[in-house]
């Protein structure tokens, strides 16, 4: 689970957090990208490499952190989220979205130490 779902960041809310939880059983590694998607008329999401004539884009003027973590069974992270540029751009609404992945967990095995 993630929230909030929506972050808007302007030049007066240069920044925001979002709270990712493990609501499963087991440990979950993810790995978190940033994309540039826009909605098709069906409602589904698709990549867009390139900016239609209407569009903005702000993957290249987002950054956040942390961008891979573990959670264990009920256990949360704080993802700090920030927009720079903000000054410097056109006005209008630039759009990114965060991509969450599930990601393999490591197990460490420890290895022995000392004669055979």
Do not use: C, W
Not at 69 to 98: D, K, V
């Amino acid at each position: 689970m993630i929230a909030p779902t929506r972050v808007v960041l302007d030049a007066k809310e240069r920044s925001d957090e979002l709270v990712l939880v493990n609501n499963g059983g087991e440990t979950a590694a993810f790995r978190i990208s940033v994309e540039n998607r826009r909605m098709r008329l069906d409602g589904a999401l698709e990549a867009a490499d390139e900016p239609q004539a209407d569009e903005l884009f702000a993957a290249d003027k987002v950054r956040f952190s942390p961008r891979q973590l573990m959670l264990g069974p009920g256990e949360r992270q704080t993802i700090r989220i920030s927009a720079n540029e903000i000054g410097a751009l056109a006005p209008g609404e630039y759009r990114a979205h965060l991509r969450l992945m599930s990601a393999p967990v490591l197990t460490v095995v420890p290895s022995s130490v000392g004669p055979p």
